[in-house]
DNA sequence: ACGCCCACCTGGAGGC
DNA sequence: TGCCTCCAGGTGGGCG
């Protein structure tokens, strides 16, 4: 880690962890905020004396923090794709990672009717549009076509065109896959574990997302899931189900 | 302002 | 075994 960064936060104490979007937000006793993003590959976990002693640091441990009692807290990330920064707190509302960005999913206000606002006039896919953290924040490739699925939308589909029950329900269907995922520990892939080192099982859940060439699993539709890429992205759904 | 495309970086899987 | 290509949970920036 390197030691200017080190010697910025040694000795400090966490007052709060919160998050917004897909940022957290650790906050220290002498007026700055740690922001943490995990990126495509980043994993944080939390280690006690045994367990650190017993785990030599991977080559992609790239900040270690000794807390307390022996126990580490570790952030690895092979890609480097994730980042960590010190803001000061007042300046953390104007910092261009948090200007811009949409509601928060999961938020009670956050309906139908506040989706469709934030379509409306957007020409771009519905995918694409959902990807977008300044839509709404939170939701990424996974969850985007998940949600689509359940929701029978197309995700070619014109992003201006999903209103009234349309919006509604994509609105039912993202907060249904996010609270689904959360519950199962969220989806490993690849590289996403818990803090305590125990996978996710949610991509056991999947009906679309990297299920190409795999029957629909809406019962007696007969289709394939397929795969096309938008926006540089791939997108999986069924052309039968989601229109 | 919007929508698209790329870069950032490493590693795993599959083909030959 | 090795080498090559493709693909991957995100996002900021630059372009037309």
Not at 91 to 118: V, Y
Not at 143 to 169: D, M, N
Request: aromatic share 6%; hydrophobic share 40%.
């Amino acid at each position: 880690m390197p030691a200017k960064f080190a010697s910025k936060v040694e000795g400090r104490t966490v007052r709060a962890i919160d998050r917004r979007a897909k940022y957290l937000l650790i906050r220290l006793d002498d007026g700055q905020t740690l922001i943490a993003h995990l990126g495509m590959s980043g994993r944080m976990t939390l280690h006690d004396a045994a367990s650190a002693a017993a785990h030599p640091l991977d080559r992609h441990d790239h900040v270690v923090f000794d807390i307390e009692d022996g126990w580490q807290v570790r952030f690895n990330d092979a890609r480097r794709f994730g980042l960590m920064l010190l803001v000061a707190d007042e300046a953390l509302p104007k910092h261009k990672f948090f200007k811009g960005l949409g509601p928060e999913p999961l938020d009670e206000t956050f309906d139908g009717p506040a989706l469709a606002e934030r379509l409306a006039g957007r020409k771009t896919p519905i995918k694409a549009a959902l990807l977008d953290q300044k839509t709404l924040v939170g939701v990424g490739n996974i969850y985007a076509c998940e949600a689509l699925f359940l929701a029978g939308i197309s995700p070619r589909r014109s992003a201006h065109t999903v209103r009234g029950e349309r919006a509604a329900k994509l609105v039912e269907t993202i907060k249904q896959v996010l609270l689904r995922s959360i519950d199962d520990g969220g989806s490993s892939l690849r590289d996403h574990v818990q803090p305590g080192g125990e996978l996710g099982y949610f991509q056991t859940r999947f009906n679309v997302y990297d299920r190409a060439g795999i029957a629909c699993p809406t019962r007696g539709c007969g289709k394939t899931v397929r795969r096309l890429v938008q926006a540089g992205r791939s997108t999986f759904y069924c052309a039968r189900c989601q229109r």
